[in-house]
């Protein structure tokens, strides 16, 4: 099912959370809301829900207004960042609530809901913890039932509100990878929440990056990486070194003149140039201008830091390639930039 | 070294032996002192003179009206408070609204103002000279001085009891669970019956019980509004003031024994609750 925003406004007080936000979720698709805290991303999700209420705008849920809509009327399936479970009922009766509270003539019958609950919790895999309650599972488990539960109702939109926040490191790679996979094989279309820009490239076929209650970009992964719209996506999506210029003649020149960067021709006078950590290029050079200040080693790869004429920079690059160069701290070093972007100062 | 330093180490909270003993004989001193020699007394003092004293005592038509007549306003304000407690906790710990500090502070009030001051008020409101006295006598009501202005003083004494008890479990427990019921497909009546209310029935419990415990043990606001007439508006604890004015002392102990004893069934019904659902209390808490 499409889900189809136009214009959706709100406002906490003074605080504006959405302003004025455009948004087409595709049928089938799982599409991330990427930003940072106070982005409006969550608010978005939860009007979208219809656990919020917006000013003003309209939404269309199929094409179809659903703004007026209760959440019961929406049929859609919600996850929340702390699962939200409920404490006193079993694992079972968690992901059965759904089909339980149903009016009498819509209601399953009771074997039929069993039938259904069990295999909801085979694919969770979690059949054999349906009589569990849920303080006694981890937090993987608990949003696995979570999940179960919020598609027990069959649902025509799956969203969830940063459905990995509250996990440690390596069981939220693995759910991420098996939410994936569960989005290949069940094909609802699903909108997350999250704030990690690692696991919105890595999980959505889309990304939406908001800032301040604005969509800045929507794109694929690689695009809103590769080729990010504004300032604002560049500087979220990954590490960054930034630079205050000024463009003329279509190179941004650094104040202390330490550092020219190749600009498009669009932008003229003070900008703002961005170089990645691994578009940074190193070469010895007893001639400097550079200087290696630190070099701190991360798994695989190596982080150097570099002192270009009191401007600090950040270069990365894989461990092979580093010890090939030869670079120590304190030897003196050539910076090339592989690529660059070059926006207006704001 | 340090095996050596770990096995002579006295943590810096632990106190001397005898700091320890001095703190627990203070306090089981105490203990002793203010409320077991209190409790013991009441039931030797009643049984001073056999059990058929005591027994004439109790089934002696004024003390039964007493016992029915507190039982009776109990019953009734017990219940009031039970439906405003959670109604009101409901609407402060899940919504914010414009005046809720002043709700709060409202609900606190019989706390805070003497019961007595609480019995005046309604005399005040709803006696013969109060006023809407001339109002309720032409229509032929009758508030202070019988059972409804009893029950009226009541509720106002035991307001808080349920609702103190609910708004900080229930702020604890967040809107999350509520919400999901609702994104699932549950009315709201069913979310509060099936979300809710098994989230709350512990802390339900115990105000209730403390509110009752404190509904059959007023006397102040209910002495100023019940006009003491004897086998009508004289509950228990009116009961047992009169019968220790007229130096009828075992009396007086007998009929306030059964009040002890029913605050000693709310204990005891309090704890076995306790033990035997302790795991899903402690659950729920999660």
């Given at each position: 099912m499409a889900i189809q925003v136009s214009g959706i406004t709100k406002q906490f007080g003074t605080f504006?959370?959405?302003?004025s936000v455009d948004l087409e979720v595709r049928s089938g698709e799982l599409l991330a809301l990427l930003?940072?805290?106070?982005?409006g991303k969550t608010t978005l999700l939860r009007i979208m829900a219809g656990l919020e209420f917006a000013d003003s705008g309209s939404l269309l849920l199929n094409g179809e207004e659903a703004l007026s809509l209760t959440p019961r009327e929406r049929q859609v399936g919600f996850v929340f960042q702390h699962y939200a479970l409920f404490r006193h009922m079993s694992v079972f009766d968690n992901v059965a609530f759904g089909m339980k509270v149903r009016p009498r003539g819509q209601r399953p019958t009771s074997t039929e809901i069993k039938r259904r609950v069990m295999e909801l919790l085979e694919l969770v895999q979690l059949a054999h913890f349906a009589d569990r309650y849920p303080a006694q599972l981890s937090g993987g488990q608990r949003q696995r039932v979570a999940l179960a539960r919020a598609l027990a109702i069959e649902p025509k939109v799956l969203l969830l509100d940063e459905p990995f926040g509250a996990l440690d490191a390596k069981v939220r790679k693995e759910l991420r990878r098996w939410l994936r996979k569960l989005h290949e094989d069940i094909h609802i279309t699903s909108v997350f929440v999250t704030h990690d820009q690692e696991e919105a490239l890595e999980l959505a076929d889309r990304v939406v990056v908001m800032s301040q209650g604005r969509i800045e970009q929507v794109g694929s992964p690689a695009e809103v990486y590769d080729r990010p719209a504004s300032a604002f996506v560049y500087e979220f999506l990954g590490q960054v070194n930034r630079f205050d210029c000024v463009v003329a003649d279509g190179v941004a020149r650094t104040a202390n003149g330490a550092l020219s960067i190749p600009a498009d021709g669009t932008v003229r006078g003070p900008a703002i140039a961005y170089v990645r950590p691994h578009d940074l290029g190193l070469s010895p050079s007893a001639a400097g201008p550079g200087r290696v200040s630190g070099i701190h080693v991360v798994g695989p790869d190596a982080r150097i830091e570099i002192d270009l004429a009191g401007l600090p920079l950040e270069a990365e690059m894989d461990r092979e390639r580093l010890s090939a160069l030869g670079l120590r701290p304190g030897d003196l070093c050539a910076v090339h930039i592989d690529r660059a972007r070059v926006f207006p100062q704001p | 070294m340090l095996v050596k330093k770990a096995v002579g180490f006295t943590p810096a909270l632990a106190d001397s032996r005898w700091v320890k003993g001095l703190l627990i004989a203070t306090a089981l001193a105490f203990l002793l002192l203010f409320l077991v020699l209190p409790l013991v007394a009441v039931f030797v003092e009643a049984l001073r003179r056999g059990t058929d004293a005591y027994w004439a005592a109790l089934v002696e038509p004024d003390a039964v009206a007493a016992i029915k007549l507190t039982l009776i306003v109990a019953a009734i304000a017990v219940p009031m408070n039970l439906l405003f407690g959670v109604a009101a906790s409901w609407c402060i710990a899940k919504f914010d609204f414009r005046g809720k500090d002043v709700l709060i502070t409202l609900i606190d009030l019989p706390f805070s103002v003497s019961p007595v001051i609480s019995g005046l008020i309604y005399v005040l409101l709803?006696?013969?000279?109060?006023?809407m006295g001339p109002f309720l006598k032409s229509q032929g009501i009758q508030i202070i001085f019988a059972v409804p202005g009893l029950v009226l003083a009541t509720v106002f004494v035991t307001f808080p009891f349920v609702a103190r008890e609910l708004i900080p479990l229930m702020q604890e427990q967040g809107n999350e669970e509520e919400e999901a019921a609702l994104v699932l497909g549950a009315s709201g009546w069913q979310t509060f019956w099936r979300v809710t209310l098994p989230n709350i029935k512990w802390g339900l419990l115990y105000g209730v019980l403390l509110c009752n415990a404190r509904a059959m043990g007023e006397f102040g606001a209910v002495s100023v509004v019940s006009g003491h007439i004897r086998g009508e508006t004289n509950t228990m604890p009116l009961h047992v003031e009169i019968l220790y004015n007229e130096y009828n002392l075992v009396a007086a102990f007998a009929v306030a024994s059964v009040l002890a004893m029913l605050a000693l069934v709310t204990l005891v019904v309090k704890s076995v609750l306790e033990w035997r659902f302790g795991a899903e209390l402690a659950a729920t808490r999660h």
């Open positions: 504006c959370a959405l302003d930003g940072p805290s106070g982005s | 709803f006696g013969l000279h109060g006023l």
